[in-house]
């Protein structure tokens, strides 16, 4: 079953602006990761944050987690064509760092 | 350093046939794992080993699909008796268990299968 839902589930901006997706979780976690995936592709890891973080950084992306709330955001600034891409977010509840995906959202990136 | 790597990208079968999929994970990774994803939806986790050890099935694989990964290295998924339903996309996925947060898991580009 999927344990996250990405909110919203399909995204198209301009190329320049910046894209935030959402997802929702429902049980504890350790960490949670997000991952791209171009189509038809495998998954691209993206960014770890831990349970006992609160906000990371990689480059242009940015993610927070908010634990009582089971929520977490990816910011992607300064979006370009090449973000065009379907993003998961995945958590890991511990037990074998095994991942439950959401069911992905499709950021379109517009020139 | 390279990546998960599967083999094949592609295959085509007709129903009731059987076919095997291979991944070779991220050298020294201990953890290597096989998730199926179908069109439009995230993966969805198979079944796990930790070295040559098989810790976790899901209900989702059934006595069709069996996974090996004999010396702790490389991983086999066979799938016997094939059905339409089991066309998706079968990924691979690797990590080096350390911590109590959790580790990045690597995936390969995937396996496609369909089954005509």
């Known amino acids: 079953s999927q344990q996250g839902e990405e909110d919203p589930q399909a995204l198209s901006i301009q190329e320049g602006e910046n894209a935030t997706m959402n997802c929702s979780y429902k049980t504890s976690i350790n960490n949670l990761q997000w991952y791209r995936q171009n189509s038809g592709r495998g998954l691209v890891h993206l960014i770890l944050i831990r349970s006992n973080e609160r906000e990371k950084h990689s480059g242009r992306l940015r993610v927070t987690l908010d634990t009582s709330k089971k929520s977490s955001s990816l910011l992607i600034t300064a979006s370009r064509a090449a973000d065009t891409a379907s993003y998961f977010c995945?958590?890991?509840?511990?037990?074998?760092?095994?991942?439950?995906f959401g069911t992905g959202t499709q950021l379109k990136v517009e020139l | 350093d390279t990546g998960v790597s599967q083999d094949p990208r592609h295959k085509i079968t007709k129903r009731g046939q059987n076919v095997t999929f291979r991944c070779d994970p991220i050298?020294?990774?201990?953890?290597l794992y096989w998730y199926r994803q179908t069109l439009g939806q995230g993966p969805e986790f198979l079944t796990y080993?930790?070295?040559?050890?098989?810790?976790?099935k899901s209900r989702l694989l059934s006595d069709r699909f069996s996974a090996e990964r004999p010396k702790g290295s490389f991983s086999t998924l066979e799938i016997q008796r094939t059905e339409q339903g089991d066309s998706a996309m079968y990924l691979c996925a690797s990590s080096l268990r350390q911590g109590s947060y959790g580790n990045t898991i690597y995936f390969g580009e995937g396996s496609w299968l369909t089954v005509v």
């Open positions: 050298s020294e990774h201990n953890r």
């Open positions: 995945a958590t890991d509840t511990g037990g074998g760092n095994k991942l439950t």
């Open positions: 080993f930790q070295n040559e050890a098989q810790l976790e």
